[in-house]
């Protein structure tokens, strides 16, 4: 907990250190904006992968490594976007159970996985939007926004479930 509060303290002198050399503009430009940006796309890529209504979560008494492993879905958010983010969205599931494997094996084995998984593996492909799987993505998560408000249990086959509603 220090050296994580020491961490926060130094970066954010070292960012005002940076505005008196260089001036607040510059470092907004070339440090704020694109920090901001990448968070923003971890944050909502997080949400996306471990956020929709056939996904399952479950409580400390039902959970296990594995259920807890396959509580995620596969997504696209386009080819190029996808290249970008080094295939992290359409991968997401083999990188749950195998998250050792380097991200450049991880779309090679998803269809092994997807095969061995069959219905248990998920994945949900946006529809596009204006033609494109992109924007499509950003219609998904407002829709996931939306509609994956709360989890409400649900007794199946003698286990509890939590289910978004």
Not at 4 to 27: D, K, P, Q, R
Request: net charge negative; aromatic share 16%; glycine share 6%.
């Amino acid at each position: 907990m220090r050296a994580s509060t020491f961490g926060v303290i130094a970066a954010c002198a070292l960012v005002g250190y940076a505005i008196t050399l260089f001036g607040f503009g510059e470092v907004f430009r070339t440090y704020i904006i694109p920090q901001m940006s990448a968070n923003c796309y971890l944050a909502v890529i997080t949400f996306m992968q471990h956020t929709d209504v056939d996904v399952p979560h479950f409580d400390e008494d039902e959970w296990t490594w594995l259920r807890g492993a396959l509580s995620t879905i596969d997504r696209t958010m386009g080819p190029f976007a996808d290249y970008k983010t080094h295939y992290i969205v359409p991968s997401h599931v083999v990188h749950h159970i195998f998250s050792d494997m380097p991200y450049y094996g991880a779309m090679e084995a998803t269809p092994y996985v997807k095969a061995h998984l069959g219905k248990y593996y998920k994945a949900k492909m946006p529809e596009p939007c204006l033609g494109s799987e992109y924007l499509g993505y950003w219609r998904d998560f407002y829709t996931s926004m939306r509609e994956t408000v709360t989890v409400q249990p649900v007794e199946e086959n003698g286990a509890t479930f939590l289910w978004f509603k």
